[in-house]
C-alpha cells in the first residue's frame, strides 16, 4: 500500500530488494547495505520500509546504558540514509515512525530538508569533506597546498600495496586504540566490515612503504566511483615523512578521471583533521545528526 512505513526485523527483511533502494540512491553508500550493516551491528538492526521499498531507513537496535533500546549509529557507519527513491516529505514520514522509547541518534544524507525533521529531534550539521576527482588527477592534484604538490613530485616511486585485514587491524588497534571514544570491540567490528566488503569486492586496505618500512595505511570501500576514507593509520617514521598525505595522493590517483568520481574523507569535526583535509581541496557536503530530544546532549 503506498505511502506506509513499515518496521521490519532483520531477520525478515528482503535483502535483495533492500540492497536495490540503497543502489538506486543518487548517492549509494556502502553503510546502507544489509551486509555492512550486519557486519557493523552483529545483525542488530531492523529496517523502515516505505512504500514497499521504495525508501529504506536502517534503525540499529543496539542498548545504550544497557538497559534501554535505541537507535544508535554503529562504528564506521557515517550515514544511515534514508536510501532509494527518496522525494520530499519521504524523510519526515520515516523519521515519525521511529518509536518514541527509542534513544535515537541518527545520521541522515546532506539532501535531508530540516524543515521535515519532527519537533522530537534536536539536529545539527556534521562536517564531511569530499574531492571532485572527475577530472584527471593532474588537475586534482593542482589544488593541493604547493608544499605538497613539491612532496609529491619527490615521491613518484610511491606505489600502493594490498595490506592484509589482520596487520591493518593490529596496527590500528596500535595507534589509534587509546584515542578517546574508541574501545576495543570497534576494532572487532571494523574488522568483520573490512572482510565483508573484501567479500563483496568493494572495498581494500592500502599501504605505503617506503624502503620496506611502513609509513601508513587505511580502508577504502568503494561504490558507484566514491571512495572512502576510513580507518586511516601513520607510523612514526610515516608523520615525519608525510605518509598520509602521499597514500591519499595515490588513492585519489587511482580513482580520478571518471565521472562522478568522489575521495570521501568521512569527516572531520576534530580540529586539525578538518583543516588537513580541507587543504586537499575537498568541499564540505555535511551530513546531519538528529537525537531524540528526551534522551542525552547532542554528540
Known sequence: MANQVRRIRRTAIDVTRWDA?????????????????????????????????????????????????????????????????????????????????????????????????????????????????????????KRFPRTLQAYLRKSDNDTLEVMPTDPFVALCLERLGDRKGIKARHFEYLRRIIDAAVAQELGVCYQLREEGELLAAGFFPTLRHRTINIAPVSTARGLRRRGMSRLLALIMERESGVPGAVFDFEGSELPGVREYFAKFGGQDEGYYLLENKLFGLMR
Open 21 to 141: 533502494a540503497v543502489l538506486r540512491d543518487a548517492t549509494p553508500l556502502p553503510y546502507g547495505l544489509h551486509w555492512w550493516l550486519d557486519a557493523a551491528t552483529s545483525h542488530r538492526w531492523e529496517g523502515l520500509v516505505l512504500d514497499d521499498y521504495r525508501v529504506v531507513l536502517p534503525l540499529p537496535t543496539m542498548k545504550r546504558f544497557w538497559v534501554l533500546p535505541a537507535a544508535i549509529r554503529p562504528p564506521y557507519t557515517q550515514q544511515l540514509g534514508p536510501y532509494g527513491d527518496v522525494v520530499p516529505g519521504d524523510a519526515a514520514q520515516l523519521l515519525r515512525a521511529v518509536p518514541r522509547t527509542f534513544q535515537t541518534a541518527l545520521t541522515f544524507a546532506p539532501t535531508l530538508n530540516p524543515a521535515e525533521i519532527p519537533p522530537r529531534y534536536h539536529y545539527r550539521r556534521r562536517i564531511n569533506y569530499v574531492v571532485d576527482l572527475s577530472p584527471p588527477f593532474s588537475v586534482v592534484r
